[in-house]
Protein backbone atom coordinates (compact mmCIF):
# COMPACT_ATOMS: atom_id res chain seq x y z
CA UNK A 1 0.00 0.00 0.00
CA UNK A 2 1.51 3.45 -1.18
CA UNK A 3 1.88 5.81 1.76
CA UNK A 4 -1.02 8.46 1.86
CA UNK A 5 1.12 11.22 3.23
CA UNK A 6 3.72 11.32 0.27
CA UNK A 7 0.82 11.39 -2.15
CA UNK A 8 -1.61 13.39 -0.38
CA UNK A 9 1.59 15.53 -0.16
CA UNK A 10 2.43 15.92 -3.74
CA UNK A 11 -1.48 16.68 -4.24
CA UNK A 12 -1.68 19.36 -1.59
CA UNK A 13 1.82 20.51 -2.69
CA UNK A 14 0.71 20.93 -5.99
CA UNK A 15 -2.33 22.46 -4.90
CA UNK A 16 -0.40 24.76 -2.59
CA UNK A 17 1.64 25.64 -5.58
CA UNK A 18 -1.94 26.20 -8.20
CA UNK A 19 -3.53 28.38 -5.26
CA UNK A 20 -0.19 30.41 -5.19
CA UNK A 21 -0.21 30.52 -8.42
CA UNK A 22 -3.70 32.57 -8.60
CA UNK A 23 -2.99 34.13 -5.49
CA UNK A 24 0.15 35.53 -6.86
CA UNK A 25 -1.97 36.53 -10.16
CA UNK A 26 -4.78 38.26 -8.16
CA UNK A 27 -1.91 40.33 -6.51
CA UNK A 28 -0.94 41.08 -9.41
CA UNK A 29 -3.63 42.06 -11.10
CA UNK A 30 -5.16 43.73 -7.97
CA UNK A 31 -1.61 45.97 -8.33
CA UNK A 32 -2.55 46.71 -11.82
CA UNK A 33 -5.42 47.68 -11.08
CA UNK A 34 -4.28 50.30 -8.08
CA UNK A 35 -1.60 51.27 -10.33
CA UNK A 36 -4.53 52.06 -12.98
CA UNK A 37 -6.37 53.89 -10.58
CA UNK A 38 -3.64 55.66 -9.47
CA UNK A 39 -3.14 56.97 -13.04
CA UNK A 40 -6.94 58.00 -13.42
CA UNK A 41 -6.97 59.36 -10.37
CA UNK A 42 -4.17 61.57 -10.89
CA UNK A 43 -5.51 62.38 -14.34
CA UNK A 44 -8.88 63.40 -12.70
CA UNK A 45 -7.16 65.44 -10.19
CA UNK A 46 -4.91 66.63 -12.43
CA UNK A 47 -8.08 67.58 -14.53
CA UNK A 48 -9.81 69.38 -11.70
CA UNK A 49 -6.84 71.37 -10.92
CA UNK A 50 -6.84 72.48 -14.55
CA UNK A 51 -10.54 73.43 -14.50
CA UNK A 52 -10.04 74.94 -11.41
CA UNK A 53 -7.12 77.20 -12.73
CA UNK A 54 -9.30 77.76 -15.76
CA UNK A 55 -11.85 79.97 -13.67
CA UNK A 56 -9.49 81.49 -11.86
CA UNK A 57 -7.92 82.63 -14.95
CA UNK A 58 -11.30 83.20 -16.34
CA UNK A 59 -11.97 85.21 -13.38
CA UNK A 60 -8.38 87.22 -13.73
CA UNK A 61 -8.89 87.58 -17.72
CA UNK A 62 -12.53 87.77 -18.60
CA UNK A 63 -13.59 86.74 -22.80
CA UNK A 64 -12.64 90.36 -24.31
CA UNK A 65 -16.28 90.82 -25.01
CA UNK A 66 -17.51 90.85 -21.22
CA UNK A 67 -14.36 93.75 -20.26
CA UNK A 68 -15.99 96.66 -19.27
CA UNK A 69 -15.08 99.42 -21.20
CA UNK A 70 -13.14 101.96 -20.60
CA UNK A 71 -14.35 105.15 -18.38
CA UNK A 72 -13.92 108.39 -19.83
CA UNK A 73 -11.53 110.27 -17.70
CA UNK A 74 -12.91 114.27 -18.23
CA UNK A 75 -9.87 116.16 -19.56
CA UNK A 76 -7.58 118.14 -16.97
CA UNK A 77 -7.60 120.90 -19.17
CA UNK A 78 -11.48 121.50 -19.34
CA UNK A 79 -11.91 123.64 -16.00
CA UNK A 80 -15.79 123.44 -17.00
CA UNK A 81 -18.18 121.08 -14.85
CA UNK A 82 -20.35 119.45 -17.28
CA UNK A 83 -22.92 120.12 -14.93
CA UNK A 84 -24.10 123.48 -13.46
CA UNK A 85 -26.73 124.07 -10.83
CA UNK A 86 -29.18 125.06 -13.50
CA UNK A 87 -29.23 123.22 -16.73
CA UNK A 88 -28.52 125.67 -19.62
CA UNK A 89 -31.60 125.63 -21.17
CA UNK A 90 -33.71 126.96 -17.92
CA UNK A 91 -33.93 130.02 -16.85
CA UNK A 92 -32.03 130.97 -13.70
CA UNK A 93 -34.21 132.36 -11.01
CA UNK A 94 -31.76 131.36 -7.75
CA UNK A 95 -29.33 128.27 -6.93
CA UNK A 96 -30.48 126.73 -3.70
CA UNK A 97 -27.67 123.84 -3.81
CA UNK A 98 -25.41 126.69 -3.77
CA UNK A 99 -25.81 126.77 0.13
CA UNK A 100 -24.96 130.15 2.06
CA UNK A 101 -23.93 132.17 -1.19
CA UNK A 102 -25.33 134.93 -2.69
CA UNK A 103 -24.82 136.84 -5.77
CA UNK A 104 -24.94 141.23 -6.30
CA UNK A 105 -25.78 141.60 -9.75
CA UNK A 106 -25.91 145.26 -11.09
CA UNK A 107 -28.19 146.50 -14.33
CA UNK A 108 -28.11 149.14 -16.78
CA UNK A 109 -24.70 150.40 -16.81
CA UNK A 110 -22.11 151.37 -16.98
CA UNK A 111 -22.85 155.18 -15.81
CA UNK A 112 -20.75 157.81 -16.49
CA UNK A 113 -21.55 159.66 -13.00
CA UNK A 114 -21.48 156.16 -10.64
CA UNK A 115 -19.79 153.21 -11.93
CA UNK A 116 -16.21 154.23 -10.63
CA UNK A 117 -18.04 155.04 -7.27
CA UNK A 118 -19.54 151.22 -7.45
CA UNK A 119 -16.30 149.83 -8.08
CA UNK A 120 -14.42 151.63 -6.05
CA UNK A 121 -16.98 150.38 -2.80
CA UNK A 122 -16.80 146.80 -4.13
CA UNK A 123 -13.18 147.16 -4.16
CA UNK A 124 -12.67 148.27 -0.89
CA UNK A 125 -15.18 145.59 0.40
CA UNK A 126 -13.59 142.75 -1.85
CA UNK A 127 -16.54 141.50 -3.32
CA UNK A 128 -16.85 140.54 -7.00
CA UNK A 129 -20.34 140.78 -8.69
CA UNK A 130 -22.18 140.66 -12.02
CA UNK A 131 -23.05 143.35 -14.26
CA UNK A 132 -25.83 143.20 -16.73
CA UNK A 133 -24.35 145.98 -18.76
CA UNK A 134 -26.68 147.67 -22.11
CA UNK A 135 -24.98 147.93 -25.50
CA UNK A 136 -25.42 151.84 -26.03
CA UNK A 137 -23.92 152.64 -22.39
CA UNK A 138 -21.25 149.92 -23.10
CA UNK A 139 -20.69 152.11 -26.76
CA UNK A 140 -20.50 155.60 -24.59
CA UNK A 141 -18.42 154.06 -22.11
CA UNK A 142 -15.82 151.31 -23.68
CA UNK A 143 -13.65 152.39 -20.96
CA UNK A 144 -15.42 152.17 -18.08
CA UNK A 145 -16.66 148.05 -19.41
CA UNK A 146 -12.83 147.22 -19.25
CA UNK A 147 -12.50 148.50 -16.00
CA UNK A 148 -15.41 146.58 -14.53
CA UNK A 149 -14.03 143.39 -16.10
CA UNK A 150 -10.83 144.76 -15.00
CA UNK A 151 -11.56 144.65 -11.60
CA UNK A 152 -12.46 141.02 -11.81
CA UNK A 153 -16.44 141.42 -11.71
CA UNK A 154 -18.56 139.33 -14.13
CA UNK A 155 -20.17 140.86 -17.05
CA UNK A 156 -22.96 140.07 -18.71
CA UNK A 157 -25.83 141.14 -21.18
CA UNK A 158 -28.97 143.52 -20.76
CA UNK A 159 -29.60 143.90 -24.59
CA UNK A 160 -28.63 146.96 -26.59
CA UNK A 161 -31.38 149.15 -26.09
CA UNK A 162 -32.66 148.06 -23.24
CA UNK A 163 -36.24 147.53 -24.73
CA UNK A 164 -37.88 144.30 -26.82
CA UNK A 165 -40.91 144.67 -25.82
CA UNK A 166 -43.32 143.17 -28.64
CA UNK A 167 -40.12 142.73 -30.91
CA UNK A 168 -39.22 139.88 -32.87
CA UNK A 169 -37.01 136.96 -32.47
CA UNK A 170 -34.58 138.04 -34.95
CA UNK A 171 -34.60 141.94 -33.70
CA UNK A 172 -33.64 140.74 -29.88
CA UNK A 173 -31.43 138.48 -31.78
CA UNK A 174 -29.65 141.36 -32.89
CA UNK A 175 -30.33 143.12 -29.52
CA UNK A 176 -28.27 140.50 -27.98
CA UNK A 177 -25.91 139.80 -30.15
CA UNK A 178 -24.43 143.27 -31.09
CA UNK A 179 -24.30 143.79 -26.99
CA UNK A 180 -22.52 140.64 -26.76
CA UNK A 181 -20.08 141.59 -29.81
CA UNK A 182 -19.43 144.54 -27.93
CA UNK A 183 -18.63 143.50 -24.33
CA UNK A 184 -16.68 140.87 -25.98
CA UNK A 185 -14.26 143.18 -27.54
CA UNK A 186 -14.03 145.64 -24.29
CA UNK A 187 -13.55 142.57 -21.32
CA UNK A 188 -12.42 139.72 -23.17
CA UNK A 189 -14.96 137.58 -21.31
CA UNK A 190 -17.33 134.74 -22.87
CA UNK A 191 -20.48 136.61 -22.53
CA UNK A 192 -23.00 133.59 -21.38
CA UNK A 193 -25.80 135.55 -19.58
CA UNK A 194 -28.43 137.33 -20.79
CA UNK A 195 -31.43 139.50 -18.76
CA UNK A 196 -34.06 140.76 -20.40
CA UNK A 197 -34.74 144.29 -20.29
CA UNK A 198 -37.64 144.93 -17.54
CA UNK A 199 -37.87 141.30 -16.99
CA UNK A 200 -39.42 140.19 -20.05
CA UNK A 201 -38.98 136.94 -19.93
CA UNK A 202 -40.58 136.08 -23.17
CA UNK A 203 -40.61 132.55 -24.79
CA UNK A 204 -39.39 134.40 -27.56
CA UNK A 205 -36.35 135.82 -25.18
CA UNK A 206 -35.83 132.20 -23.68
CA UNK A 207 -35.72 130.61 -27.44
CA UNK A 208 -33.43 133.21 -28.94
CA UNK A 209 -30.95 132.86 -25.63
CA UNK A 210 -30.68 129.28 -26.74
CA UNK A 211 -29.90 129.76 -30.31
CA UNK A 212 -27.37 131.56 -29.06
CA UNK A 213 -25.88 129.02 -26.36
CA UNK A 214 -26.34 131.44 -23.61
CA UNK A 215 -28.46 131.48 -20.42
CA UNK A 216 -31.38 133.64 -19.27
CA UNK A 217 -30.66 135.28 -15.92
CA UNK A 218 -33.43 136.71 -13.49
CA UNK A 219 -33.50 136.75 -9.79
CA UNK A 220 -35.06 136.08 -6.69
CA UNK A 221 -34.73 138.92 -4.67
CA UNK A 222 -35.93 142.45 -5.86
CA UNK A 223 -35.83 145.49 -3.31
CA UNK A 224 -36.66 147.77 -5.96
CA UNK A 225 -33.85 150.08 -5.32
CA UNK A 226 -35.18 152.02 -8.68
CA UNK A 227 -37.81 153.50 -6.59
CA UNK A 228 -36.95 157.09 -5.88
CA UNK A 229 -39.38 157.02 -3.02
CA UNK A 230 -36.97 154.03 -1.30
CA UNK A 231 -34.13 154.52 1.00
CA UNK A 232 -30.80 152.97 2.37
CA UNK A 233 -32.74 151.33 5.17
CA UNK A 234 -35.31 149.89 3.00
CA UNK A 235 -33.38 148.45 0.88
CA UNK A 236 -31.45 146.62 2.99
CA UNK A 237 -34.90 145.66 4.84
CA UNK A 238 -36.51 144.15 1.98
CA UNK A 239 -33.65 142.37 0.88
CA UNK A 240 -32.95 140.76 4.05
CA UNK A 241 -36.36 139.57 4.59
CA UNK A 242 -36.71 137.52 0.61
CA UNK A 243 -32.76 136.30 0.98
CA UNK A 244 -32.62 132.42 0.60
CA UNK A 245 -29.51 130.06 -0.24
CA UNK A 246 -28.17 130.70 -3.60
CA UNK A 247 -29.93 133.92 -3.58
CA UNK A 248 -29.50 136.28 -6.92
CA UNK A 249 -30.20 140.05 -5.86
CA UNK A 250 -31.45 142.15 -8.85
CA UNK A 251 -29.68 146.20 -8.11
CA UNK A 252 -28.95 148.39 -10.25
CA UNK A 253 -26.46 151.31 -11.48
CA UNK A 254 -26.97 154.88 -11.35
CA UNK A 255 -29.07 155.24 -8.11
CA UNK A 256 -27.49 156.74 -4.91
CA UNK A 257 -29.69 155.15 -2.62
CA UNK A 258 -28.33 151.55 -3.86
CA UNK A 259 -24.78 153.17 -3.75
CA UNK A 260 -25.58 154.55 -0.11
CA UNK A 261 -27.04 150.88 0.59
CA UNK A 262 -23.93 148.78 -0.73
CA UNK A 263 -21.62 149.48 2.60
CA UNK A 264 -24.06 148.03 5.24
CA UNK A 265 -25.67 145.73 3.39
CA UNK A 266 -22.26 143.95 2.22
CA UNK A 267 -21.25 143.93 6.37
CA UNK A 268 -24.61 142.98 7.77
CA UNK A 269 -24.88 140.05 5.48
CA UNK A 270 -21.30 139.35 6.04
CA UNK A 271 -22.14 139.28 9.23
CA UNK A 272 -24.93 136.72 9.07
CA UNK A 273 -22.59 134.27 7.14
CA UNK A 274 -23.46 134.88 3.77
CA UNK A 275 -20.74 134.87 0.67
CA UNK A 276 -20.33 136.90 -2.42
CA UNK A 277 -20.10 134.93 -5.52
CA UNK A 278 -20.96 135.54 -9.13
CA UNK A 279 -23.51 134.53 -10.97
CA UNK A 280 -21.36 131.67 -12.43
CA UNK A 281 -19.70 130.61 -8.92
CA UNK A 282 -22.93 130.63 -7.84
CA UNK A 283 -24.13 127.89 -11.22
CA UNK A 284 -20.68 126.23 -10.13
CA UNK A 285 -19.44 126.66 -13.89
CA UNK A 286 -16.40 128.90 -12.97
ZN1 LIG B 1 -32.54 147.11 -16.89
Known amino acids: ?4 I ?20 FCQLFIIELLLTADSCSGYYQNKQHQKSGKQQAVKNPPLSEKP ?13 KNPAV ?8 VPSAGKKVALTFDDG ?26 RNVQKNPALTALI ?16 KKMSEAVIKDQISRTSNLLKEWTQQEIKYVRPPGGNNSIKMKSVAAELDMQVVMWNVDPQ ?10 IITSIKKQLTPGSIIVLHEGKPQTLKALPALIDELRQDGWDFVTVSE ?4 S
Open 1 to 4: MAPL
Open 6 to 25: PIGFNVHSRGVRITAFIVIL
Open 69 to 81: EKTEIPAQSDPKP
Open 87 to 94: PRDEIVWS
Open 110 to 135: PSKKYTMKYLGLLREKQVRATFFLIG
Open 149 to 164: AGEGHEIANHTYDHYI
Open 225 to 234: DWNEDTTPAK
Open 282 to 285: LLGV
